[in-house]
């Protein structure tokens, strides 16, 4: 049982290059999450999914683009990466959005750099 | 004035010290409470989970939630080194589709 999985760990990207951070979950969790966690900010939420087939926008939605791929796998994209973009992402998961039965479970992380 | 208001410290304490930690929100509405720890470098681990009112224990931590002065507490005794790490809190209304609202943690070091 891998709890939150995702790829990759650290990627470095020049100004405009775009990427996919990747994660998945075997807990058979409807919700999905992707925070950016920032010096000061604490965790921001970019997008989550409720469930399979529904997207909405969290907190700070710009420049990202989101796939609920099936119910395991939620993916993050940045189109054209800005230096602004530079944080730590975080996927996370709960059994539902709302309460009870909400306590998300994170996955390690993804360390991005934009140049 | 924020949802949820965490005094990001730093905290240092000398080890077997108790710990206190808190957060104060303003929605009355919130019924679940968590708290989360973050090691430098790591996503957060839920450490505790509790609903409406009350206290909770689980071995050294203990939660404790006062909803009429909209007030939570996360107490650590005989603090190790090993507890060294930012906590989070993080709470939720009752029912439908509302995520959780995060405090931004405080950091707190333990010293051997």
């Known amino acids: 049982n891998a709890g939150v999985t995702q790829t990759p760990k650290f990627q470095v990207l020049k100004t405009g290059q775009s990427m996919t951070l990747q994660c998945a979950q075997d807990?058979?969790?409807?919700?999905m999450y992707w925070y950016r966690q920032d010096p000061g900010m604490g965790l921001r939420l970019i997008y989550y999914?409720?469930?399979?087939?529904?997207?909405d926008k969290g907190e700070v939605p710009n420049g990202y683009n989101v796939s609920r791929l099936n119910k395991r796998e939620f993916s993050l994209r940045l189109e054209s990466a800005a230096p602004s973009q530079t944080s730590v992402y975080f996927c996370?998961?709960?059994?539902?959005?709302?309460?009870?039965?909400?306590?998300?479970?994170f996955g390690p992380g993804t360390r991005l750099t934009v140049l | 004035q924020k949802e949820v208001e965490q005094d990001p410290g730093p905290l240092s304490v000398p080890e077997g010290a108790i710990v206190s930690l808190n957060c104060t929100y303003s929605?009355?509405?919130?019924?679940?409470f968590m708290w989360y720890r973050q090691y430098s470098r790591k996503g957060p681990e839920l450490l505790m989970y509790?609903?409406?009112?009350g206290n909770k224990e689980d071995g050294r931590f203990t939660a404790q939630v006062d909803k009429s002065s909209k007030y939570i507490s996360l107490f650590i005794r005989d603090s190790q080194p090993s507890d060294s790490a930012t906590y989070l809190c993080?709470?939720?209304?009752?029912?439908?589709?509302?995520?959780?609202?995060f405090g931004k943690g405080t950091k707190l070091t333990v010293n051997p």
């Open positions: 807990m058979n969790h409807n919700s």
């Open positions: 993080a709470m939720s209304v009752q029912g439908g589709s509302e995520k959780l609202v």
């Open positions: 999914s409720a469930s399979e087939g529904t997207t």
């Open positions: 509790t609903y409406s009112s």
């Open positions: 996370a998961s709960s059994y539902r959005a709302g309460g009870p039965y909400n306590e998300q479970f």
């Open positions: 929605n009355s509405a919130f019924q679940y």
